[in-house]
């Protein structure tokens, strides 16, 4: 989807919806956007019993907007349940994350159904099938963002999850969102035994030009946070080098000896346009919160 550049969040927690507890305690870490999973992580027998836990949730949050709600596969009848749950809330999470998805059509399902009952909230989808990864294109434009889904893309493939074997899904969903500028959010590490896995990953899915990434495990925030969030330095040169390319008449133009152009003061304009988005909406870094007893609710249903 084009236009101008959206609020991306960087990190994303991933907190099963099997207790309001566990969610609740979720909000007090440093997280850009608290996602409530009704996906993978709640067994079947347990999935009504979640639906209450993400409602309640929801109604005492004081940041909905700062809320994802991870629903079941569209098709299904938990999926169906899910969302007769998000539309009849009072309170609407700001995202919701679709999974299985093969098709751009899902997602204008997904949309046109939640608008239906007066929400809109950004969709993001989880690209973890080939019939997603050969689609791209067409599902990033549907789309706010993609979360590249490595565990289900790789056991569909009968492979282990490996840089190679994922770099084509991840290079073909990194081109597709620049070109919609769509959110690029990156999967959870899962080689939580090797130290130093979480650090080269973002560093290379950084290179890739992903935007986020997606973890289950708190205590990876900060690295996450550290290296993807915004930076007011790198943000100060951006303007530098808009600038100087705006001096030398949209030409070539001469910045601390390098040479600078109209490609480079392109990227700089967009990190800019990002970063500011992306301080305007996450900056204060607001956990969700829990709303207070009496409290109105400040962000209902839009």
């Not at 409530?36 to 639906?51: N, W």
């Not at 998805?101 to 159904?113: I, K, N, P």
């Not at 829990?290 to 962000?299: M, N, Y």
Request: with cysteine; net charge negative.
């Amino acid at each position: 989807m084009t236009g101008a550049a959206r609020a991306v969040p960087r990190s994303i927690l991933y907190t099963p919806a099997l207790s309001l507890d566990r969610v609740v305690k979720a909000w007090t870490y440093d997280a850009d956007l608290h996602l409530i999973d009704l996906e993978d992580s709640v067994p079947r027998p347990e999935k009504d019993a979640a639906r209450k836990v993400c409602r309640t949730a929801l109604e005492r949050s004081q940041a909905p907007q700062n809320i994802a709600v991870r629903v079941n596969e569209l098709g299904t009848m938990e999926a169906v349940h899910d969302l007769v749950m998000l539309t009849e809330c009072p309170v609407a999470p700001g995202f919701v994350l679709m999974t299985m998805v093969d098709s751009a059509v899902e997602v204008a399902l997904m949309r046109d159904t939640l608008a239906s009952a007066g929400l809109r909230p950004q969709i993001y989808v989880t690209l973890e099938t080939p019939a997603a990864v050969a689609g791209v294109d067409a599902i990033a434009e549907a789309a706010d963002g993609l979360v590249f889904g490595s565990a289900d893309l790789a056991a569909t493939l009968g492979v282990e999850i490996g840089w190679a074997n994922m770099l084509p899904a991840r290079q073909a969903m990194a081109m597709a969102c620049a070109r919609h500028g769509a959110a690029c959010i990156d999967t959870a590490n899962y080689r939580l035994a090797e130290p130093g896995a979480l650090a080269e990953e973002i560093a290379r899915v950084q290179e890739l030009g992903f935007h986020g990434k997606a973890t289950v495990h708190p205590a990876e925030l900060a690295a996450i946070n550290s290296a993807l969030r915004p930076d007011p330095e790198r943000l100060r040169q951006a303007r530098r080098v808009v600038e100087a390319v705006r001096a030398a008449g949209d030409g070539i133009a001469l910045l601390d000896g390098n040479m600078v152009g109209p490609p480079f003061a392109r990227l700089a304009r967009t990190t800019v346009a990002l970063g500011e988005a992306w301080e305007e909406r996450f900056g204060d870094r607001a956990a969700p919160g829990v709303r207070r007893d009496g409290e109105e609710a400040a962000h209902e249903r839009r």
